[in-house]
């Protein structure tokens, strides 16, 4: 049925094959990023041009509109000011408080604006790559957010590009806390529905649950990975699963992982 | 074998991939990615040879496995068996007809992720599954049946373009050259 040509390139897809799976983790790792390097020049080149392509809508925007813009920017940092003054005086007072009962002082996190470079091509990944790297000071485990809540972590680091698991992802899964109830739980995979790529499944909730739907769901901070308090989503509905032995929910993340151009990476 | 026509095809290749990474809005706008490797590796496997598939399987899995979270070197044979698939059976195929590469795009875009998946599975990784796997499926073998043809043509046209013709040896011979002159 075969002839000899067709043993031969059979025989080099299968070595290949069996020679990448059986390398180390590390070098596979370093043979990833050599070859995703090859892709950073036209990922570099899509980044000019949408900035060009930015820059020429911006001169087209009319004066009037763009002073309107200004006056609104204008006011909300005078409001964001305030609050700063207001979340300063807070932990400040927050570390005061700590040092008096003896507590380990939660230290302030820094943040690493970056851009989104490209997604993971197969569907059954969730995670992006960013436009920074170990020479910006990221790490694995880094925990990532967007202005509305966390979106995910970073796993694997190159020099100047990372890839951020997102949440939803078999990979990532948080710790969180209801924030009405107190109750804990584990948010692990994207939801076997059809529908909304924002919902994820909240498991391991205790049996006699008090969780509703609307409820907010943040971080709690155990496991060490994410800090606590980040906003993450809210309970869409509950469930009774394992024959009512223990509870699961739903919960809708605030951050759309399917929408997203830049994400704050937060550094301790 | 055409080392022009290699280049090229790894070029679409490259470019494959960096479009399927880079460009979210299929994902968007129909729910699902759309793969452009599959139709590339059929149009490969009816328009040129056997080491163009197994060069084009192995540096087109490389990348894809390079920019996503399945290990490395696993859709090298599912690409490869893809295009291994059509090349064996290209002589019985209809090939220059829009419907059979439409078919066979169809095809090849549906057996590649599966293929993939099973391959991930068996590596013990944990993919996110679920309903919404099936629509991606659905997505990426219509979007896949729908470029091959598309693919086919383009290829063609790059080819004209940049590969020179191959020079067919005519049928003169200077040795049998009958010479007229005076005896």
Same mark, same amino acid.
């Given at each position: ?40 020049? +036209?990922? %570099?080149? #899509? ?6 392509? /930015? *820059? ?5 925007? &009319? !004066? ?85 809540? +966390?979106? %995910?972590? #970073? ?6 590009? /990372? *890839? ?5 992802? &078999? !990979? ?97 | ?183």
């Amino acid at each position: 049925m075969f002839k000899r040509p067709q043993w031969v390139a059979f025989s080099a897809v299968t070595l290949a094959v069996l020679v990448l799976w059986n390398l180390p983790d590390r070098l596979a790792a370093r043979v990833k990023i050599a070859l995703g390097a090859l892709f950073l020049p +036209l990922f %570099g080149l #899509v980044g000019s041009a949408q900035h060009l392509a /930015a *820059e020429a809508s911006r001169a087209v925007v &009319p !004066r009037a509109e763009l002073e309107r813009q200004l006056e609104a920017l204008r006011r909300e940092n005078l409001r964001l000011q305030l609050e700063l003054t207001r979340a300063g005086a807070a932990f400040e007072e927050n570390q005061r408080l700590r040092q008096l009962l003896a507590w380990r002082p939660a230290g302030p996190w820094q943040t690493r604006i970056c851009s989104v470079l490209a997604r993971d091509p197969e569907a059954w990944w969730q995670a992006i790559h960013i436009d920074a790297g170990a020479r910006a000071g990221l790490r694995p485990g880094l925990p990532v957010v967007v202005p509305e809540g +966390l979106i %995910g972590r #970073v796993d694997r680091v190159a020099p100047t590009t /990372a *890839e951020v698991v997102l949440l939803g992802d &078999p !990979r990532c899964r948080v710790a969180v806390v209801v924030r009405e109830t107190g109750e804990t739980g584990v948010l692990t995979t994207r939801s076997s529905g059809m529908g909304d790529p924002r919902l994820v499944d909240l498991t391991h909730l205790p049996r006699h649950l008090a969780v509703q739907p609307g409820q907010t769901v943040f971080t709690s901070g155990l496991g060490g990975v994410f800090p606590p308090g980040l906003p993450v989503g809210t309970v869409v509905d509950t469930r009774s699963v394992g024959y009512g032995l223990y509870s699961e929910a739903r919960v809708r993340l605030y951050a759309d992982p399917s929408r997203l151009r830049e994400v704050i990476v937060l550094l301790p | 074998m055409n080392r022009a026509r290699l280049i090229l095809l790894l070029v679409l290749a490259y470019l494959a991939v960096f479009f399927q990474a880079a460009f979210d809005w299929p994902q968007r706008w129909l729910g699902g990615p759309i793969s452009l490797l599959p139709p590339l590796m059929v149009c490969a496997a009816l328009r040129l040879g056997l080491t163009e598939v197994t060069v084009l399987a192995l540096c087109g899995g490389l990348w894809l496995d390079a920019l996503s979270a399945n290990p490395l070197g696993t859709s090298l044979l599912p690409l490869f068996l893809a295009g291994w698939g059509v090349w064996r059976w290209r002589e019985a195929l209809l090939r220059e007809l829009d419907y059979a590469q439409l078919i066979l795009g169809a095809c090849a875009s549906l057996a590649v992720p599966v293929l993939t998946l099973v391959l991930v599975l068996s590596k013990g990784a944990e993919p996110s599954l679920g309903w919404h796997t099936a629509w991606h499926l659905v997505v990426l073998t219509v979007g896949g049946a729908v470029c091959t043809p598309l693919l086919f043509r383009l290829l063609e046209r790059l080819e004209r373009l940049f590969v020179h013709p191959e020079i067919v040896a005519g049928s003169f011979r200077p040795d049998r050259e009958i010479k007229r002159g005076r005896y």
